[in-house]
């Protein structure tokens, strides 16, 4: 597959912006190219505008080249609204995806001027690669899957999803931010296997940097240097390359609190069934549970009025009668417990 025939052609043709550091490469010297304040506080110089270090530390980590990772500054969100500038025509080409999925798809599409086609997932929140192809226009340019998929937290049949894959004219982008609490790998080392994939990754969930804004995209290296073609130049500031360089190397310490998670899941799991309230819990391979309930809403007023803050999905097709609560600590999920139980 030649990438180059799906971009849009303004995006072929465009020239990257050149940044001041773009033309040289040392640590050292004396910088006067950017118009920048001279005097050090350890934050007057700009940012790496291709983000290499952190390239490096991730490729790294994932087993890949850093040409083959992009650095979002503003978590996966970024990289969405990237994707979607690359292959879709304004007012001509369409975003495939599933429903109910992550809301930002469909606002990234609409901040576009692209239109979005849903394929409902079936009352399981399954998903089959025929019913999702029959779909597929010669202008759907591209398709993104949420998996584990929010907010029903499921892992995606694999088997369907590599159908998908293989079957789609265009881009799909698979959206990992929930991989680490799965126990599958997901497709990200399958990634030489298909030149039209995109893996999207996050620090958000299991990183514990929601706060920090850092995501990731995964792609061959003729995706990821348009890509960085397009991004702003200095999305990724300083403090917070720093500090990601830092956290990342706290791997043991992640590991042991996804497996923490996992265990309180799995807990949440076995306990919600029994509160007379719950309805339905559905399985997760999240760091969440969608939980069905009678009255959904009165039972989040209940639970605001407690301080305990979940979110409401009862209104989105196929989440009736759904919360969708977070895992948290083990203190936090005996009060979440004993809170329910007590409604």
Known sequence: MDITTLLRDNIRRMEAYSTARDEYEGDLGIYLDANENPYDNGMNRYPDPHNKLIRIKIASMRGLSPMQVFVGGNGSDEVIDLLIRMFCEPRQDKLLTIAPSYGMYKVAAATNAVDIVEVPLDENFGITAERFLAQATPDTKLAILCSPNNPSGNLLDLAEVEEIIRGFKGIVAIDEAYIDFASGEGFLPRLSEFPNLVVMQTLSKAWGMAGVRIGFAFASQDIIEVMQKIKYPYSVNLITEKLVLSELNQHELRQNQI?????????????????????????????????????????????????????????????????????????QNKILIDTLSSL
Do not use: H, M, W
């Not at 007379?276 to 039972?299: C, E, G, H």
């Open 259 to 331: 497996k923490e998670i996992a265990t309180e899941r799995e807990k949440l799991e076995k306990q919600l069934p029994g509160i007379p309230i719950v309805k339905k819990v559905f399985p997760s391979d999240a760091n969440f549970l969608l939980v069905r309930f009678d009255d959904p809403r009165k039972v989040y007023d209940l639970l605001i009025e407690k301080e305990i803050i979940v979110r409401d999905r009862s209104r989105i097709k196929g989440c009736e009668g759904c919360l969708r609560i977070t895992v948290g600590t083990p203190e």
